[in-house]
């Protein structure tokens, strides 16, 4: 037993329970997702059980579950993305432009050099730049 307490309007990631030969929100086998989520507590029913809203897709769901399947989310504005922002083709796809060069670096192998650049990207927060 985890001594875990969630309070109305907290954030948590609902644990789903792996079954053999079936196919789990479109994953089956060892590529299916432990946790979904985030979804937000609608109220505490008991010390152990929780009401959640689920989305409209998971009407068949049960939505009070057992402190046990959840685990805790802390809130992160970088998380959420603001799709006005960005400009999408008709096929759903939008290209990625760099903004600026962060860090440059040498990566040294056995028999080559590979020159490396952290690059911050215009659709992405500056904790987000990736070494290309």
Same mark, same amino acid.
């Given at each position: 037993?985890? *001594?875990?307490?969630?309070?109305?309007? *907290?954030? %948590?990631?609902?644990?789903?329970? +792996?079954?053999?030969?079936?196919?789990?929100?479109?994953?089956?086998?060892?590529?299916? +997702?432990?946790? !979904?989520? +985030?979804? &937000? =507590?609608?109220?505490?029913?008991?010390? @152990?059980?929780? &009401? !959640?809203?689920?989305?409209?897709?998971?009407?068949? %769901?049960? $939505? @009070?579950?057992? =402190?046990?399947?959840? &685990?805790?989310?802390?809130?992160? +504005?970088?998380?959420? !993305?603001?799709?006005?922002?960005?400009?999408? *083709?008709?096929?759903?796809?939008?290209?990625?432009?760099?903004?600026?060069?962060? *860090?440059?670096?040498?990566?040294?192998?056995? $028999?080559?050099? =590979?020159?490396? %650049?952290?690059?911050?990207?215009?659709?992405?927060?500056?904790?987000?730049? !990736?070494?290309?």
């Amino acid at each position: 037993m985890r *001594d875990l307490e969630f309070e109305a309007r *907290d954030h %948590v990631f609902v644990k789903v329970i +792996p079954m053999k030969g079936h196919t789990r929100f479109e994953k089956k086998g060892k590529l299916s +997702p432990q946790y !979904i989520g +985030p979804f &937000q =507590i609608l109220k505490r029913l008991d010390l @152990v059980a929780y &009401q !959640i809203a689920l989305p409209p897709g998971m009407e068949k %769901v049960h $939505n @009070v579950f057992y =402190i046990s399947m959840l &685990q805790g989310y802390l809130r992160d +504005p970088s998380h959420v !993305i603001d799709y006005h922002q960005i400009m999408l *083709d008709n096929d759903m796809v939008y290209e990625e432009k760099p903004i600026q060069i962060l *860090d440059q670096q040498v990566k040294q192998l056995r $028999n080559k050099t =590979i020159l490396m %650049v952290k690059v911050e990207w215009r659709e992405h927060h500056r904790n987000e730049a !990736i070494w290309e």
